[in-house]
């Protein structure tokens, strides 16, 4: 007699839950006597180098709803364009900047706030200049892959149109999408992830 074979239902789908704020942003989630304060709480401090800045950014779904559940990691040069990275062979980073950051969305408003500097410009692998950018990580419910975009700056109209990012997007209409506007010494930035407003991702 042959054996019955018992074939298994697939498992339904999980996206990407709230353990993401519970793991990286434990302060935040009232889990304290982990860290002091949330790693890339803080990027600057008294002795940072460079124009101090803020950035807020908010995101936004397809049916144009701020997300109020998410994380974004930024990645920057200092205001020398150089990485504090050891992987920095140009010179050395400013030792009082991170060049790092990482947020949760404010729960009532979905804003994400920032306080950093203006960033350098730095060498493309060719050696032209790109303008000045900060570099993105999102993740929230439902993005089980986190998403990878850039910002650059309203104020750098030169730098801007000679950066070899954005001229090689396909559909320049689009580069609007990582351009944020200054107001005072704010930088407001709005993610879109669908829609007609879509921001542009870098696969990376």
Same mark, same amino acid.
């Given at each position: 007699?042959?054996?019955?074979?018992?074939?298994?239902?697939?498992?339904?789908?999980?996206?990407?839950?709230?353990? !993401?704020? *519970?793991?990286?942003?434990?302060?935040?989630?009232? *889990?304290?006597? !982990?860290?002091?304060?949330? /790693?890339?709480?803080?990027?600057?401090? $008294?002795?940072?180098?460079?124009?101090?800045?803020?950035?807020?950014?908010?995101?936004?779904?397809?049916?144009?709803?701020?997300?109020?559940?998410?994380?974004? $990691?930024?990645?920057?040069?200092?205001?020398?364009? /150089?990485?504090?990275?050891?992987? $920095?062979?140009?010179?050395?980073?400013?030792?009082?900047?991170?060049?790092?950051?990482?947020?949760?969305?404010?729960?009532?408003?979905?804003?994400?706030?920032? $306080?950093?500097?203006?960033?350098?410009?730095?060498?493309?692998?060719?050696?032209?200049?790109?303008?000045?950018?900060?570099?993105?990580?999102?993740?929230?419910?439902?993005?089980?892959?986190? /998403?990878?975009?850039?910002?650059?700056?309203?104020?750098?109209?030169?730098?801007?149109?000679?950066?070899? !990012?954005?001229?090689?997007?396909?559909?320049?209409?689009?580069?609007?999408?990582? *351009?944020?506007?200054?107001?005072?010494?704010?930088?407001?930035?709005? *993610?879109?992830?669908?829609?007609?407003?879509?921001?542009?991702?870098?696969?990376?």
């Amino acid at each position: 007699m042959m054996q019955q074979l018992r074939r298994l239902k697939e498992t339904a789908s999980q996206t990407a839950g709230p353990y !993401v704020h *519970i793991g990286l942003t434990p302060n935040l989630c009232e *889990i304290s006597g !982990v860290y002091p304060e949330d /790693l890339g709480a803080r990027m600057v401090n $008294e002795k940072t180098r460079g124009e101090r800045i803020t950035v807020k950014m908010r995101i936004f779904d397809g049916a144009g709803a701020v997300i109020k559940d998410a994380l974004i $990691e930024i990645w920057q040069a200092d205001s020398d364009g /150089l990485y504090n990275t050891p992987a $920095e062979t140009r010179g050395t980073a400013d030792p009082n900047f991170t060049g790092w950051g990482r947020q949760a969305s404010d729960m009532e408003t979905g804003v994400f706030t920032f $306080e950093t500097i203006r960033p350098g410009r730095v060498p493309f692998p060719d050696g032209r200049l790109q303008a000045p950018h900060l570099t993105l990580w999102i993740v929230a419910r439902g993005i089980n892959l986190g /998403l990878h975009t850039r910002m650059y700056f309203s104020d750098e109209e030169t730098a801007n149109a000679q950066d070899p !990012v954005l001229s090689r997007l396909e559909h320049q209409d689009r580069a609007a999408t990582l *351009i944020a506007p200054r107001e005072g010494d704010t930088y407001h930035f709005d *993610i879109h992830l669908q829609g007609e407003k879509e921001t542009v991702f870098f696969d990376v």
